[in-house]
């Protein structure tokens, strides 16, 4: 997938011929009102929490309220058109994740263009996935388990959130680079499909550390590996699957973007003060509780990012043939 990186940087960058002092002078007056962050997602799921923390932060920081709106609809697409269409003043911006950039791949009549229609402004957050299986699969390794899965192709049952959920993509790419072949059984979320993996209806789950995580710890699911190029503070005991399949990596993230042409000056307070806040201890410690870690970097490295995801992913997708839902 070839993707225009230099316009995407071009927006990171924010290269503009302003006068400095009018530059200034308006970097310091945003924001003089409230801002709109939208939430491609319902109230109360994860993106809606972390979005939440985010604007509380930001509220303290630059006195004006920064108010949530949810705007749940076509994966995630309704409320990304909403604020590539909206005014590029600073004061409309989008809790953007990993699936806007998975949407790439997996729409084809969309109607803006996620990487030329959107200047980036800060990570968040990421958060890692693990491979777990039900008790009765004769397992305790992620070598065992591709030992185990290549002597029984398509027999075994891999449960996921639905058709390009990440439970669904971080196990697809685990097929690709180890050669076995898992039955993918998608469910409308990863809640039932968690359910079915308890009860052996399902024997291998790329879920979530924050869904499985309570399971793993009550050994009522086993942990093979997580899906981060490290070790996690959450599951000390768990190895990266990287340990043993070289150059695996999976993870999602959280961030801000804003309509294209957003002065480059508001995108430096924002950047600033979401960076501040990604090194508080009080705030690390909120995100830890959520089973992720901080994000931290400047829009250009933000930019790079999210260009070299989109492309990783899309491989990854048209590889698979995988279609929204």
């Not at 109230?43 to 108010?67: K, N, V």
């Not at 996935?129 to 591709?146: H, K, Q, R, Y």
């Not at 990266?240 to 309509?259: L, N, R, T």
């Not at 990012?305 to 279609?323: C, L, P, S």
Request: glycine share 10%; hydrophobic share 45%.
């Amino acid at each position: 997938m070839k993707l225009p990186r230099r316009k995407f940087l071009d927006l990171a960058a924010g290269a503009v011929a302003l006068p400095v002092v009018a530059r200034v002078a308006r970097a310091q007056a945003y924001p003089t009102r409230p801002v709109r962050l939208i939430v491609c997602f319902a109230a109360g799921g994860p993106s809606d929490i972390t979005a939440r923390l985010i604007g509380q932060w930001l509220s303290e920081r630059l006195g004006q309220s920064f108010i949530i709106e949810n705007r749940p609809g076509g994966g995630g697409n309704l409320a990304t058109e909403m604020v590539v269409r909206a005014r590029p003043d600073g004061y409309t911006l989008l809790e953007a994740t990993s699936t806007n950039a998975w949407n790439v791949a997996l729409y084809h009549n969309l109607s803006f263009d996620f990487i030329r229609d959107l200047a980036p402004v800060a990570g968040v957050c990421r958060y890692a996935g693990v491979l777990v299986v039900n008790p009765s699969v004769p397992a305790e390794t992620v070598p065992e388990f591709i030992v185990y899965a290549k002597a029984s192709p398509g027999k075994i049952n891999m449960g996921s959130g639905g058709a390009g959920t990440p439970s669904h993509l971080y196990g697809e790419l685990f097929k690709k680079m180890t050669g076995v072949d898992l039955v993918h059984v998608p469910y409308r979320g990863g809640g039932p499909a968690v359910i079915d993996l308890l009860s052996g209806q399902l024997q291998v789950f790329f879920g979530t550390v924050s869904v499985s995580i309570d399971h793993i710890r009550s050994g009522k699911l086993r942990a093979l590996g997580v899906t981060t190029s490290t070790r996690m503070d959450v599951l000390p005991d768990v190895p990266p699957m990287s340990d043993f399949v070289p150059g695996y990596e999976a993870s999602g993230w959280e961030g801000i973007v804003a309509p294209k042409d957003i002065p480059p000056e508001i995108i430096d307070t924002l950047n600033k003060e979401i960076n501040a806040a990604l090194v508080d201890a009080n705030f690390k410690s909120r995100l830890a509780n959520l089973g992720v870690e901080p994000f931290a970097n400047s829009p250009v490295e933000f930019s790079n990012f999210i260009v070299d995801y989109t492309e990783k992913w899309g491989k990854v997708i048209q590889a698979a043939g995988i279609k929204a839902e």
